[in-house]
């Protein structure tokens, strides 16, 4: 079973400041199945970023998804005051199916 | 507009069985694979269980920490998908998020609001 750790566990900064989030698996991953959520307080999740850097519908550009095999990399270009949440990545595996969330990273205000 | 609408949840006693259920609209739900996603107070994401199409067979899988204790079943004419939660445990305390899945790229499209489950003596 393929483990997903995100780093780091908090992440202060200021608003306009570029913020850069880590996720990295324990096993090679399939970049297509590796996506990245935003949850806010009180709110469902929402997806950001599926097949490791595609930009679900309506996601502002400054979001932006990289990496392969066992590191991912979401980024936040400049941060704006409603990017402050919690944010998870998620894998898919075929063996057995099934999906898997990191653990998630607090960005929070400086 | 895409709705899930996540209902069922509440306080049981260790032991007790539940069963929620999520109304889906805005999308062919004959179509959807749908999943449930648990988060337990404070708490992370959790995958629970999946279900896919009748064309795929309405294949289910799950997690090994509810496997054989939780099932997932949809009915199609009602455009909803279920829960039937057995022999539940104090660590099954939870929101539970039904999902519509993307079975391309395999990541969550959407979510409901979550229904909560509260297993406690």
């Known amino acids: 079973e393929i483990v997903l750790t995100q780093s780091p566990g908090t992440l202060s900064l200021s608003p306009g400041e570029r913020a850069t989030l880590s996720c990295r698996a324990s096993q090679s991953l399939t970049s297509s199945y590796l996506a990245w959520y935003q949850q806010k307080p009180g709110q469902a999740p929402r997806l950001l970023i599926f097949?490791?850097?595609i930009r679900a519908t309506g996601i502002p550009d400054r979001f932006s998804g990289s990496g392969s095999r066992t590191d991912f990399t979401l980024t936040i270009s400049r941060l704006e005051p409603e990017d402050f949440a919690m944010y998870y990545c998620?894998?898919?595996?075929?063996?057995?199916?099934?999906?898997?969330f990191g653990q998630g990273t607090k960005l929070e205000i400086k | 507009e895409v709705q899930l609408v996540e209902s069922g949840g509440g306080l049981v006693k260790p032991g007790e069985s539940l069963r929620l259920s999520c109304a889906t609209s805005?999308?062919?739900?004959?179509?959807?694979?749908l999943s449930w996603v648990r988060q337990a107070p404070g708490k992370g994401l959790e995958w629970i269980g999946r279900i896919k199409t009748k064309a795929a067979g309405e294949t289910t899988d799950y997690a090994a920490p509810v496997k054989g204790r939780f099932t997932i079943s949809r009915d199609d004419s009602k455009n909803t998908v279920y829960l039937q939660m057995n022999s539940l445990k104090t660590e099954d305390t939870a929101l539970y998020y039904c999902t519509i899945d993307a079975n391309d790229y395999y990541y969550v499209g959407y979510w409901g609001q979550g229904t909560l489950v509260t297993v406690s003596s």
């Open positions: 097949g490791a850097s």
């Open positions: 805005g999308f062919t739900f004959s179509n959807l694979w």
């Open positions: 998620q894998q898919y595996g075929t063996s057995p199916p099934m999906y898997t």
